[in-house]
């Protein structure tokens, strides 16, 4: 029988997905670290439910959407039993409400007014909501992001919010066609990741450092990641 387009995008898929937990695993153990201390996320932006569900049946356990309207509308077909979903993209102050309780983590917090808003909705419905600070670490004026010099200082306020915790950053790097120059940013984000972690700020704990996407992801991972947001090199390109 002449197999569908949707299973020639299935098994396109589990060959992706093979051959990027392969390259995860082996750059990590060139790299000296436990390939079982990389956690991937599969990118779905614009990738329809019913691909995503097949990706979950081949064991992808976390994944990440950037936009809330997206999350909002394929939530309900969505076979997150044994899968976390976290808000990866930027998060406007109007859209607050609407992913608080529906996310498992909000990777994208940039700013102390958008962490406190936050924290103020998982407080009325009785929630606590883990998120990591992005970092602009790179001073790329296109991303968004804390700068790494006001970081230590912004994560002190975001420590006293009680409705949010903080459980690492997150930072995306400029984009650069040099795997150098790309290694030499995480490099930073690695540093600062661990100064950070070493001043033991209270209701804070450094335990996810989420850099590397389709593209970077082995020099992320190099350089210390621990998550890992990979889109189109599981899916394929993006079509918008």
Do not use: W
């Not at 002449?2 to 695993?25: G, H, Q």
């Not at 996320?41 to 329809?48: E, F, I, L, N, P």
């Not at 209270?202 to 990979?230: C, H, P, Q, W, Y």
């Amino acid at each position: 029988m002449e197999k569908s387009l949707t299973d020639e995008r299935f098994l396109l898929l589990e060959d992706n997905l093979k051959k990027v937990r392969d390259e995860i695993a082996q750059t990590a153990l060139k790299s000296g670290r436990n390939p079982d201390d990389i956690k991937l996320m599969a990118v779905t932006k614009t990738v329809c439910p019913e691909l995503i569900n097949h990706a979950i049946s081949c064991g992808v356990d976390l994944i990440g959407e950037n936009k809330v309207q997206e999350v909002l509308a394929k939530k309900d077909e969505l076979n997150l039993e044994t899968c976390k979903l976290h808000l990866i993209g930027h998060l406007q102050s109007n859209k607050v409400k609407k992913i608080v309780g529906i996310a498992d983590m909000i990777q994208s917090v940039d700013s102390f007014e958008i962490a406190s808003q936050i924290s103020k909705r998982s407080e009325e419905n009785g929630i606590v909501t883990d998120v990591l600070l992005e970092v602009n670490i790179g001073d790329d004026d296109c991303k968004f992001g804390y700068s790494a010099q006001d970081v230590e200082e912004e994560l002190c306020k975001i420590a006293q919010l009680r409705g949010v915790k903080v459980k690492g950053m997150m930072t995306v790097a400029p984009n650069f066609k040099d795997s150098v120059k790309n290694q030499s940013v995480f490099a930073n984000m690695r540093k600062l990741f661990i100064d950070i972690s070493a001043k033991k700020i209270d209701n804070i704990s450094m335990d996810i450092l989420s850099m590397g996407m389709s593209g970077d992801f082995k020099e992320a991972i190099a350089e210390g990641s621990t998550l890992v947001r990979v889109g189109s090199a599981i899916f394929g390109e993006r079509k918008y």
